[in-house]
């Protein structure tokens, strides 16, 4: 059973345009929030993390928005760039448990 | 220079041999994990360490073994390798479990054939 379930598997964007990623969870006892970038050939690398205690954190032109009722976050990228084409995988954790999404391949077309 | 290393990159091995996948650390963290990256699955957890000889099982252990003598070192074994564990393999160090950033080597390609 997939404890976080991200959406889409793969996402197509024009540059300058927004890229939105979706994930969602069932275990309300998750506390941290982050999402992982991943170039080809490289490991994942922390992009932006977020607590259930906020509904939206922003870094530069990436975002994530938080809603705990719901049981769902989502990145988005603003003012996507061809640099931003990677594998984007959300996370999810507390305690001991610690659970990634099975990732969105993002390419941004020039 | 600081930061986690992974040897080897690249590894052909054939059914029912034994081979082990190694990593090290240089910032002293505590927590050390082994994570496999398949299509489909995305990153899943094999074992994790918290300390030099505490480990614990992930989401996926069977059939890896692990130990960690030193606190910079994390080695994962195949005991007898099967073709369902082709993948290829992260591992990751942290200041502490959930709630802190981990921070991933270069990976290994492991092809059973």
């Known amino acids: 059973q997939q404890q976080v379930k991200q959406s889409p598997q793969s996402l197509i964007v024009q540059k300058g345009g927004i890229s939105i990623i979706n994930c969602a969870y069932e275990?309300?006892?998750?506390?941290?929030f982050p999402w992982y970038q991943q170039f080809p050939g490289k490991g994942p690398a922390l992009l932006i993390a977020?607590?259930?205690?906020?509904s939206e954190k922003k870094e530069g032109r990436f975002t994530i928005s938080f809603n705990k009722s719901a049981k769902q976050f989502s990145l988005h990228i603003m003012d996507s760039q061809p640099g931003d084409s990677a594998t984007y995988f959300c996370?999810?954790?507390?305690?001991?448990?610690?659970?990634f999404g099975t990732g969105t391949s993002l390419t941004v077309i020039p | 220079d600081a930061g986690i290393t992974q040897s080897p990159r690249y590894k052909i091995t054939e059914t029912g041999r034994q081979v082990t996948l190694m990593c090290h650390q240089t910032w002293s963290h505590s927590y050390m994990f082994w994570y496999r990256q398949d299509l489909g699955h995305g990153l899943r957890l094999i074992y994790y360490s918290a300390a030099a000889d505490i480990t614990d099982k992930g989401e996926v252990p069977d059939g890896y073994v692990v130990s960690r003598s030193k606190t910079e070192n994390f080695p994962l074994t195949l005991e007898s390798a099967t073709r369902s564990q082709t993948s290829v393999y992260f591992c990751a160090s942290s200041e502490g479990l959930a709630s802190y950033e981990q921070y991933f080597g270069p990976g290994t390609r492991l092809t059973v054939t």
């Open positions: 996370a999810a954790s507390t305690g001991n448990q610690f659970y």
């Open positions: 977020i607590r259930p205690d906020v």
């Open positions: 275990n309300t006892a998750f506390d941290y």
